[in-house]
């Protein structure tokens, strides 16, 4: 077997079980890995110099595909309800499989950190078929120094084999595409699937898994700090503005999508940001657009120009889920240490599609619990496997219900304990539509959207006059120096005001509706932060 690039002689490829391999390429850059790429068409070069590659028929995660071995410690820490489970026999065989659909191949093997705190860091090991997926994945995670590879040991494996195809009798999976953890093992295989975002959850999903019980609340959220120190964080599921609203050139970015918090305060899981760049434009998002049109950059499903190889990021024919990775130093305002502060404001994104929802509410302790643990949002389309062209309103517990092997009030305690510590200021933002519904309205202007939020960092929305929203209860501005007052109130920017009534009290009950499944879990002030219940019932 030929190898190439420096790593752990003491732990090679045969130390997970690898057999007979033509070769293992070592923890290549990125010039090495373009050259890969290019030369066997796994991808292409955009006239920036970025390199650009198709998912085929994955183009965004597929939840239902993935599986969590079930043994006597998962049986009782995992969260069921949520998760799908295969037994450690069937994982026993996908494994096998694995070992054997790899000999013959040329893999790619990058040795990386999952974590910014080296407390509470995981080192992770992965394997990939394809020299792109090595590449995207050696810009998601955080590299560690050259002199630190020579004595890498892994403690968590991910093998992603995109060519591999599951067989749902033998492997108790739902189809040939999988993602089957084993936490006991510590591995992940990742089979079936193109999308090179899979890599990246997974290694979310093991720190959601182990974090907890060191006293670390995971967060699927986005984070930046002011030159003051005042850290913020932004929840949100994939869509909802994290990676956008946390670019902000006045302010330091710790990281785009994943982050702990800790005693010592927050710290990103990642080394790079995963954007999506479907309408990217440079007036738009400045930060985002320049990291994406140069070398080192990785787009994923973006349609290029035939004669040119220019990306035109507004067509969405692919798919509305284009990404671009790149590592976080393309940010020239991104943190090289990856970690802050306690946050002083903690922003919980929501994309609404029926546009009933005020840009932004400041929310009780309490309420914030009730919109933590609600997760409400509007998937996009592409961002999952089998959605249509249009959004469809989701409830997704802690703003990451796909990543959450532990039950949703764990995370739920950890951060309403952080809350109280830290005396965190609570906000509710609509990145989603208004004047309408999806279809008829508008998406809710960047602009006014960095406005409010600018305003609740600095504090000076604390000075405002609030009201309280008639349908959720909680507090929103009535006015904002550069905001148009009607857009603060978004029955005004409705034509038909009945249809609004009529789409908010619709809304209220789906809330109640979701929220059942938590009432007997959490406390009276938490119930009692639920949309007013005779709303729904008139």
């Known amino acids: 077997m030929q190898e190439t690039g420096v790593h752990n002689g003491a732990f ?38 970025a390199l650009c590659a198709d998912t085929g028929e994955f183009t965004g995660r597929s939840p239902k595909d993935k599986f969590t071995v079930r043994d006597a410690t998962t049986d009782k820490n995992m969260w069921w309800a949520g998760n799908q489970s295969i037994s450690a026999a069937q994982f026993e065989a996908l494994y096998q499989d694995f070992l054997k659909h790899a000999e013959g191949m040329t893999l790619f093997a990058q040795d990386l ?13 992965v394997f990939t078929e394809l020299a792109w997926h090595s590449l995207f994945i050696r810009t998601l995670l955080i590299r560690p120094d050259v002199s630190e590879l020579s004595g890498f040991a892994p403690e968590l494996t991910i093998v992603d084999l995109p060519s591999f195809r599951a067989d749902p009798k033998r492997h108790g999976v739902r ?9 006991a093992r510590k591995i992940v295989l990742i089979g079936g699937s193109y999308y090179a ?55 330091t970015l710790i990281g785009d999508d994943e982050h702990g918090w800790g005693p010592d305060g927050i710290f990103n899981f990642e080394g790079g940001c995963y954007a999506k760049c479907i309408k990217l434009s440079k007036e738009a998002e400045p930060e985002i657009y320049a990291a994406s049109k140069r070398f080192g950059a990785v787009l994923e499903n973006v349609v290029l120009d035939g004669r040119t190889h220019l990306p035109d990021f507004d067509d969405g024919s692919k798919t509305e889920n284009t990404r671009s990775a790149y590592p976080l130093d393309f940010i020239p305002n991104a943190s090289r240490t990856g970690r802050a502060p306690h946050p002083k404001n903690l922003v919980m994104l929501a994309a609404d599609a029926f546009g009933v929802m005020p840009p932004i509410a400041k929310l009780s302790p309490a309420q914030a619990m009730y919109h ?39 995370y739920g305690n950890l951060l ?43 504090g000076s929305l604390r ?37 609004f009534d009529k789409t908010a009290r619709a809304l209220v ?11 007997s879990s959490v406390d009276a002030d938490v119930r009692a932060a639920a949309p007013e219940v005779k709303l729904a019932a008139e």
Not at 175 to 183: K, L, M, Q, R, Y
Not at 379 to 407: H, I, M, W, Y
């Open 12 to 49: 090679g490829a045969d130390k997970f079980g690898f057999k007979k391999l033509k070769a293992v390429h070592w923890n290549f850059g990125a010039p090495q890995l373009y050259e890969h790429a290019l030369r066997t068409g796994e991808a292409v070069l955009s006239c920036d110099g």
């Open 113 to 125: 950190y999952g974590g910014a705190d080296p407390t509470y860091r995981i080192r992770t090991r």
């Open 175 to 183: 189809s040939e595409n999988v993602v089957a953890i084993d936490f």
């Open 197 to 251: 975002g899979e890599m990246k959850k997974s290694v979310f999903t093991t720190l959601n898994y182990y974090l907890p019980e060191r006293g670390v609340m995971p967060m699927h959220c986005s984070a930046n700090v002011g030159p003051d120190g005042d850290t913020a964080i932004f929840f949100g599921l994939s869509g909802t503005g994290k990676t956008t609203l946390s670019a902000d050139p006045k302010r």
């Open 372 to 410: 933590f643990l609600s997760g409400y949002t509007a998937k996009v389309a592409g961002t999952e496997r089998g959605l249509g062209n249009e959004p469809q309103p989701e409830f997704s517990t802690c703003f990451g219900s796909p990543f959450l092997p532990r039950d949703p009030s764990v």
């Open 416 to 458: 309403r304990d952080l809350i109280a510590k830290h005396n965190v200021d609570c906000w509710l933002v609509n990145t989603g539509w208004t004047g309408g519904k999806y279809g008829v309205g508008r998406r809710m202007p960047i602009k006014v959207t960095r406005a409010l939020l600018t305003a609740a960092l600095d």
């Open 463 to 499: 000075n405002a006059d609030f009201r309280t929203d008639k349908y959720f209860g909680f507090a929103v501005p009535t006015s904002l120096p550069g905001v148009e007052p009607h857009m603060l109130d978004p029955v005004k920017t409705w034509a038909d005001k009945a249809e």
């Open 509 to 519: 009950g789906m809330f109640q509706k979701n929220f059942a499944k938590f009432e």
